[in-house]
């Protein structure tokens, strides 16, 4: 069945990957990130593959943004089944550098705009009587290294808000965290720290595509209603 997907941070890495797979598979994904010019590339890729895609520059860290990405969605199409919260930064640094501006930037990404994706699709998926949460989390949800303190409690946090959810929920609405481990993507690129920076070269020596990421997504979509899939944890084979 064709449902409407939603998917945030979908100019690249994971969100591009998920919109590529899913429009392959017939679903119609509506598409947000504020890079436009990377948005308008990810949706002629997924039109190539048969799908189809609508666009619209989305700050996830802006609540009435976010609220007007799905209200538009919905009244376009009539409905949302499922919403995808993907949009992410990774600026690691070690505790004492005190790079403030870039903890309060990974909590207003990863965690507030988790909650206003969350905030925005509640009231539909409730009037429709159905509809699927997906939050795309990290293994960092699971464990702490060195200069991931703060990135992986704003993990942490994403995956107690989405088993918070889920068990608050009626079962009509599902709920998902899927947690990547190292994937080919451009999160490591927002580092800043120089020694945060070489130890994330050597930690990303082993790493899989995307597209593992966004079949995981994909299995937990496409199981029948009354199947909640409630985690995926997709690491390489060779991170321990």
């Avoid at 990974?106 to 939050?135: E, K, S």
């Avoid at 808000?161 to 709920?175: A, F, K």
């Avoid at 690129?189 to 130890?199: L, V």
């Avoid at 990303?204 to 995307?210: K, Q």
């Amino acid at each position: 069945m064709s449902k409407v997907i939603l998917i945030t941070g979908a100019s690249s890495g994971i969100g591009r990957a998920t919109a590529v797979r899913l429009g392959h598979e017939g679903h119609h994904v509506v598409l947000g990130a504020r890079r436009e010019d990377r948005l308008a590339e990810t949706a002629e890729a997924v039109e190539a593959v048969g799908g189809k895609a609508d666009v619209r520059r989305l700050d996830v860290t802006d609540r009435a943004d976010v609220a007007a990405f799905v209200a538009a969605a919905a009244e376009r199409h009539g409905r949302v089944d499922v919403i995808v919260n993907n949009a992410g930064v990774m600026p690691l640094s070690p505790m004492e550098a005190l790079l403030v501006d870039e903890w309060d930037r990974m909590i207003d990404v990863n965690v507030r705009g988790l909650l206003y994706g969350i905030a925005a699709a509640l009231p539909h998926f409730r009037r429709q009587g159905a509809g699927h949460f997906v939050t795309v989390a990290s293994v960092g949800a699971h464990e702490v290294v060195p200069t991931g303190a703060v990135y992986c409690a704003t993990k942490h946090a994403a995956w107690a808000i989405t088993e918070g959810l889920r068990q608050e929920l009626d079962p009509s609405i599902r709920v998902t965290t899927v947690s990547p481990g190292v994937v080919e993507s451009e999160l490591a690129e927002s580092i800043t720290d120089p020694a945060a920076r070489a130890a994330m070269r050597t930690y990303r020596a082993d790493t899989i595509p995307p597209d593992s990421i966004a079949q995981a997504i994909s299995y937990a979509i496409g199981r029948p209603p009354g199947v909640d899939v409630n985690e995926l944890v997709i690491r390489p084979a060779r991170q321990r």
